[in-house]
Nanobody, 123 residues
Framework: QVQLVESGGGLVQPGGSLRLSCTASGSTFSRNAMGWYRQVPGKERELVATITSGGSTAYADSTKGRFTISRDSAKNTVYLQMNSLKPEDTAVYYC?????????????????WGQGTQVTVSS
């Protein structure tokens, strides 16, 4: 069983930055592809960014160029650096882990999920 704990959410003004962290326990983190998803009420959970065990990345079109996903295997932690934030980035952000080396854009391909952290972008 893998436990994922997110942190770093909060309130930020438009144009600002936040860094989310997700620390994993109970697994061999280096063998897990990881992803960040987000969800707003009434909408489906959508991909934000994903990273393979080796560090290759992929992004949603809406976050490409503004967000950066990275991982530190020594700390069992994956990060999401979010810059140039917009009000439409407001959502609950979830960390997810796959029992596989390669990333996936499919929500159903992730085996473990964190509890989520709220990000609010507002002036």
């Amino acid at each position: 069983q893998v436990q994922l704990v997110e942190s770093g959410g909060g309130l930020v003004q438009p144009g600002g930055s936040l860094r989310l962290s997700c620390t994993a326990s109970g697994s061999t983190f280096s063998r897990n592809a990881m992803g960040w998803y987000r969800q707003v009420p009434g909408k489906e959970r959508e991909l934000v960014a994903t990273i393979t065990s080796g560090g290759s990345t992929a992004y949603a079109d809406s976050t490409k160029g503004r967000f950066t996903i990275s991982r530190d295997s020594a700390k069992n932690t994956v990060y999401l650096q979010m810059n140039s934030l917009k009000p439409e980035d407001t959502a609950v952000y979830y960390c997810a882990a796959r029992a596989a080396l390669l990333y996936s854009r499919g929500r159903d391909d992730y085996d473990y999920w964190g509890q989520g952290t709220q990000v609010t972008v507002s002036s």
